[in-house]
């Protein structure tokens, strides 16, 4: 059966500070992969998607960038927090197609302060 | 931007109550998703429905599509506490991706 991780479950750091967070699947191959943020009490927002290895798209402008360094693990980064950066972060995979569900992972809860 | 919109944002029931749920959407889809949230967990997938289609069930879950409209509704019948939770719509506009635009939610309260 497929798994998903995702680490720190929790997070705080200071404004100006890098950021790297951490997915991976297990039990699947060549998955589409998925960063979404979500602030308190909204919907999710998609920041990033991959289809394959090193292939990247952005969905939002911002001091984000993700990264897909093998099959399965996708890498959320920044160089410098912003305050507004605070929220939780999921990220998710599914199989390529277009009738596919996505399947998530715990989350991330990210504080800068 | 948001595709979804979720009506009503918030609804508190008693158990046994059924619970209804209404997702609007402004674009052509090629399907719709609904996902439920555990408050501060991931999401899990509900149920999926084409845009050809018109209604599907999953255990105590129905789910409406009326493509002229661009609605949906989920209809949670028989409802326990174990199904309070945030409920989402997503909507797929044929990107090829799967990537998914999803609504703010509603909140539903089953009280016991």
């Known amino acids: 059966s497929q798994t998903i991780h995702q680490w720190p479950a929790t997070l705080v750091q200071p404004v100006g500070s890098p950021l790297s967070l951490e997915c991976t699947v297990e039990?699947?191959?060549?998955?589409?992969l998925y960063w979404y943020r979500q602030a308190a009490g909204r919907g999710l927002q998609l920041l990033f998607y991959?289809?394959?290895?090193?292939?990247i798209s952005s969905e939002v402008p911002q001091n984000l960038s993700a990264s897909r360094p093998q099959d399965r693990q996708f890498i959320l980064s920044s160089k410098k927090l912003l305050l507004s950066d605070s929220g939780f972060y999921l990220c998710?995979?599914?199989?390529?197609?277009?009738?596919?569900?996505?399947?998530f992972g715990p989350g991330t809860r990210l504080t800068v302060t | 931007s948001q595709q979804g919109e979720e009506d009503p944002q918030a609804l508190s029931i008693q158990e046994g109550e059924n619970a209804t749920m209404n997702c609007s959407y402004k674009?052509?889809?090629?399907?719709l998703q609904w996902y439920r949230q555990n408050s501060g967990r991931g999401l899990v997938h509900l149920i999926l429905?084409?845009?050809?289609?018109r209604e599907k069930h999953s255990g105590r879950l129905r789910v409406t599509l009326d493509t002229s409209k661009k609605s949906s509704s989920l209809l949670i019948t028989a409802s326990r506490a174990a199904d309070t939770a945030s409920y989402f719509c997503?909507?797929?506009?044929?990107?090829?991706?799967?990537?998914?635009?999803f609504g703010k939610g509603t909140m539903l309260l089953v009280s016991p």
């Open positions: 429905i084409r845009s050809n289609e």
């Open positions: 991959s289809v394959g290895i090193g292939q």
């Open positions: 998710a995979w599914s199989n390529s197609g277009p009738y596919y569900e996505q399947y």
């Open positions: 674009t052509s889809i090629n399907n």
């Open positions: 039990g699947t191959s060549n998955p589409n």
């Open positions: 997503a909507t797929d506009l044929n990107s090829g991706y799967s990537t998914l635009t």
